[in-house]
């Protein structure tokens, strides 16, 4: 359908929003897209922003979705530095931060999610820093040289991404993490000791269990990290990484669905026909969970651009996928297939100590999630058990000289 007298407006830039408007026109939409975003470049990867590019700077990696030039050759009006302000649905309009009003028959809601703070006295201070946009990756690079000490607050895949990329640069790295251990939210027991250790070797140094009350500065810039057990960690800067909120509120205020993002189908379709809401910003079903769940990956993204674009030209959905993401630390690769959801065992595949294994996660004998670490087919064959909902031989699942395809056939 090429719905060529309609208006697609699609509100954030990111991953999500700029692959909905490139697959409109792939898809053989017709009609105008406008896409807007707050940020004043062009859309952009934001994993590199934690890795390669931290580590090697903006001219060895380069982050650009498409060449700018893309956007005018495929009709895609791009508006960079302007924010959507208010949701009018009646009206089927957005007010713009300049003042102007958009109508629109067709939106897609794209605002992504951003950085949780630290509601700590000091947390004001230069130096202390979050990172989730390009500017944030500029400022965070520049603080991290050789002789520095960067204090990384949140044990989760970005601090511990971080951590690397700094020691790859020089720098001191100390992470404090509130639970007893890395990646508590995210990962397994294995995994979480294997990241400790391989760290630690590698020269970071960890506070667990550590609540932070505040930061310490001198002369307007942060000094020290002050935990709640009256101790002070000394720092030069300090990455605050304990997770990501949804930027739901225009969508809330418009009387939309929200509980821990935008509400949305199959379709990534909400209540309204006329509104659809993808990537980090939405709530969305995993019929193979059986649930409803906010996921915040480039897999995600494109799938539920695809969703949406899909529905908005009448064009059968894509089929459904098994949720996947990835870590890079060092010279290591976690591929992650699936969730942890409703597991009652756990099976290692492989050898922790030769940096070189899988770790199943099992309700009964059917594979809800496989972290694999430089294993691709670990992962690869993970996620088609994990797909296909079949029950597995755990005896051969846990055999390494078994083949996979074997089991996944």
Known sequence: MSRSGAHVLILGAGHAGATAAALLRQYGFEGVVTLVGEELIAPYHRPPLSKAWLRNGPGATSLTLKPVEFYAGHGIDIRLGVRAEKLTRQNK???????????????????????IKLPVPGSDLAGVLELRTADDGERLRAAIRSGQRLA????????????????????????????????????????????????????????????????????????????????????????????????????????????RGVVVDLEARTADPAIFAIGDVALRPMPIYDRMFRMES????????????????????PPGETPWQWSDQYDLKLQIAGYAFDVDRVLLRGEPANARFAVFHLRGEQVQCVEALNSPQDFIFGKQLIASRKSVDLGKLGDPAIALKEIAA
């Open 298 to 317: 480039v897999p995600n993204a494109l799938e539920q651009a695809k969703q949406a674009a899909s529905a908005i030209v009448g064009r059968a959905p």
């Open 93 to 115: 309009a957005v007010r713009l931060s300049t003042g102007e009003v958009l109508t629109y028959d067709f939106l897609v809601i794209a605002t992504g999610a951003r950085p």
């Open 152 to 259: 990384v607050i949140g044990g989760g895949y970005i601090g511990l991404e971080v951590a690397a990329s700094a020691r790859a640069l020089g720098a001191e790295v100390v992470v404090i993490e509130r639970e007893t251990r890395l990646l508590a939210r995210v990962a397994g027991l294995d995994l979480s000791a294997f990241f400790l250790d391989y760290h630690r070797e590698r020269g970071v140094s960890f506070e667990l269990g550590a609540a932070v009350s505040g930061f310490e500065g001198q002369d307007g810039r942060v000094s020290g990290v002050k935990l709640d057990d009256g101790r002070t960690i000394a720092c030069t800067a300090a990455l605050i990484g304990i997770g990501a909120a949804p930027n739901d509120e225009i969508a809330r205020d418009a009387g939309l669905d929200t509980a």
